[in-house]
């Protein structure tokens, strides 16, 4: 089984910048795809980012790309998201995903955490 707890989320002004970390426990994080999706109030969850296992390769929504980095530490065993740039309409609930699989559904979420762009 594999826990997720993210962490880092909060209030900021627009063109502020948050970082957003993901703990996991549980085996073999080095060779899982870690992904961060985003739900904003009244909307569906979306894709924001993932990064590749052992590989490392990193795939933004076009909406975030150039402003947002996804990034992992396997020694950690933590995956992050650094925000820059940003805008009120980034403000949502994110929340950090796992998978063992290079494509397919995600089985493992976190709990989410609130991140708030104030205009």
């Known amino acids: 089984q594999v826990q997720l707890v993210e962490s880092g989320g909060g209030l900021v002004q627009a063109g502020g910048s948050l970082r957003l970390s993901c703990t996991a426990s549980?085996?073999?994080?080095?060779?899982?795809?870690m992904g961060w999706f985003r739900q904003a109030p009244g909307k569906e969850r979306e894709f924001v980012a993932r990064?590749?296992?052992?590989?490392?390769?990193?795939f933004y929504i076009d909406s975030v790309e150039g402003r947002f980095t996804i990034s992992r530490d396997n020694a950690k065993n933590t995956v992050y998201l650094q925000m820059n740039s940003l805008k009120p309409e980034d403000t949502a609930v994110y929340y950090c995903?796992?998978?063992?699989?290079?494509?397919?559904?995600?089985?493992?979420w976190g709990q989410g955490t609130q991140v708030t762009v104030s205009s």
């Open positions: 995903a796992a998978r063992s699989t290079p494509s397919g559904d995600y089985p493992y």
């Open positions: 549980g085996r073999a994080f080095g060779s899982a795809t």
């Open positions: 990064v590749t296992g052992r590989d490392n390769i990193p």
